[in-house]
């Protein structure tokens, strides 16, 4: 089975820094990658996934954009982070042959 | 509307009731039904996953899917108050490689 990293698990940023949040998978090869955001008390947000290296498809225009730079690395960025954008990011793994996912354990992000 | 819809709660009920959790969906492509438990500041765990129709069973737990209502449940028996999360109805068609979930329900299991 795999095991889903990601850090950090806590961040508190000023608005109009940048950001990077990096997942890392292991025990799984060419799996799809998602991020997902959750806000306080709301439910999950689809922001991008990822089928292969360097392929990427974004569900929400914001300002957040997202990297594939190796197999097994999912990357979230940001050039300058609002305050909208506070929330807990979930990185999840999913595979084609079953269309379930698995989810890491999450960074929780504060900008103020 | 949404395509899948789930009550966000609060559910509150004492502890050895019997829990109903339940979603409504939209989308009769929907094939793969999937419930996922999280608890506070953690990230989903995959708790039960039900291809097409019918009743699967794990322990205490017990999903059912009726495709023709297009209305999926949980139930759990014997609730313990380890079972106080947030619990989150998803689904996908098949190829999607994506999912729709639910708001999330949240319960509360009083001892």
């Known amino acids: 089975s795999q095991t889903i990293h990601q850090w950090p698990a806590t961040l508190v940023q000023p608005v109009g820094s940048p950001l990077s949040l990096e997942c890392t998978v292991e025990g799984t090869s060419n799996p799809n990658l998602y991020w997902y955001r959750q806000a306080a008390g709301r439910g999950l947000q689809l922001l991008f996934y990822s089928v292969g290296i360097g392929q990427i498809s974004s569900e929400v225009p914001q300002n957040l954009s997202a990297s594939r730079p190796q197999d097994r690395q999912f990357i979230l960025s940001s050039k300058k982070l609002l305050l909208s954008d506070s929330g807990f990011y979930l990185c999840a793994v999913g595979t084609a042959s079953t269309d379930t996912q698995y989810f890491g354990p999450g960074t929780r992000l504060t900008v103020l | 509307q949404k395509e899948v819809e789930q009550d966000p709660g609060p559910l509150s009920v004492p502890e050895g009731a019997i829990v109903s959790l339940n979603c409504t969906y939209s989308?009769?492509?929907?094939?793969?039904f999937m419930w996922y438990r999280q608890y506070s500041r953690k990230g989903p765990e995959l708790l039960m996953y039900?291809?097409?129709?019918g009743n699967k069973e794990d322990g205490r737990f017990t999903a059912q899917v009726d495709k023709s209502s297009k209305y999926i449940s949980l139930f759990i028996r014997d609730s313990q108050p380890s079972d106080s999360a947030t619990y989150l109805c998803?689904?996908?068609?098949?190829?999607?490689?994506?999912?729709?979930f639910g708001q999330g329900t949240r319960l509360t299991i009083n001892p």
């Open positions: 998803a689904m996908s068609a098949q190829g999607a490689q994506k999912l729709v």
């Open positions: 039900t291809y097409s129709s």
């Open positions: 989308n009769s492509a929907f094939q793969y």
